[in-house]
């Protein structure tokens, strides 16, 4: 897969659902996982970043991880 190939996977949610651990839903799809992975929490205008960072601290999430909200410009300048 490509995906195994690549420097660095990028891998964005949706953080205003309620849904699983986005690790969670990555391991069903893929398997496995990327070491070189960073997770972008996007709409997090929807939930706010603090519980959008408490949300995945308590989930265990070991990924790097950019809180953004794409529509606001929140957070963008993260990704350069």
Avoid at 25 to 49: V, Y
Wanted: with cysteine.
């Amino acid at each position: 897969l490509e995906i195994e190939q690549a420097d660095r996977v990028l891998f964005v949610w949706d953080a205003s659902l309620p849904d699983a651990c986005p690790e969670q839903q990555l391991l069903a799809h893929f398997g496995s996982l990327p070491e070189r992975m960073t997770l972008i929490a996007n709409k997090c205008d929807r939930r706010g970043q603090p519980a959008m960072l408490t949300r995945l601290a308590l989930a265990g999430v070991e990924y790097p991880c950019i809180v953004l909200s794409a529509s606001r410009g929140e957070g963008m300048d993260l990704l350069r």
